[in-house]
């Protein structure tokens, strides 16, 4: 079997220096006993997963970059793990004690803990959040959020609330944010997003009516875009550009 050594620090994956995430049976540096968080299987390989106390610096042989970046380097299967990895420090550094009774909590199975006092179970939470691609034609709705770090444009997006089925939020969210509604919603796709811990579902809608209204709290710009006269618009990273690209393919 082939181990995988998942090592994380302030969002930042180690890296070996030509890239890779690092293998072999013994880990690629010494690591203290509470840096090891826990150990999951995919296939054939296991991968050992740590919460480094300090970042690596100063060796040839590794580096750290952060994970999104990774997107560039690793192959679909080792981003999706080191995903899964970054969740799964994200939830050990948030459960270290149970919210019903105070008591620590302890690794019961490798995605999983238990509490030590009433022995509830805690499984890893999803913040579920809505991304549609909205269509006029041979136009597309795009909109650029204050919270990008970046100049582009991307799409409609928004989080799930309590009791609300996901086209219903796709509705609220559109109308929310900039004003109008719309119909005949579509799943698209949906794409594990660990930043820190979510899942987005992708979703096409097509413009029903309204003028657009940006909501300026989120929102500091946008528009309907021409195929021929588009902004910046998101990495491949991100399931918003597979969204509009199989709309500019289509």
Known sequence: MEHLHLAYCQGDLLLTADGSIPSGERAPL????????TDIISGERCCHIYRLTHPVTGRDNLRMMPLRKTYQLLSPEDYSLAGKGAE????????????????????????????TGCGKEWWPSLAVAI???ITRGDEILLVHAKSFR???HGLVAGFVETGETLEEC??????????I???NIRYFASQPWPFPSGLMVGFTADYESGQIRLQREELS???WFRRDRLPEIPDKASIARRLIDDWLQS
Request: charged share 20%; proline share 7%.
């Open 131 to 133: 991304i549609v691609r």
């Open 170 to 179: 796709v509705r609220r969210e559109v109308m929310e944010e900039t004003g």
């Open 150 to 152: 970046g100049n582009f």
């Open 30 to 37: 010494p690591m203290q006993p509470w840096e090891h968080v």
């Open 221 to 223: 710009g946008g528009g």
């Open 88 to 115: 799964l420090v994200y939830f050990d550094s948030t459960t270290r004690h149970c919210g019903v009774c105070g008591s620590p909590n302890r690794w019961q199975t490798p995605i999983s803990k238990q509490c």
């Open 181 to 183: 509604t719309v119909r």
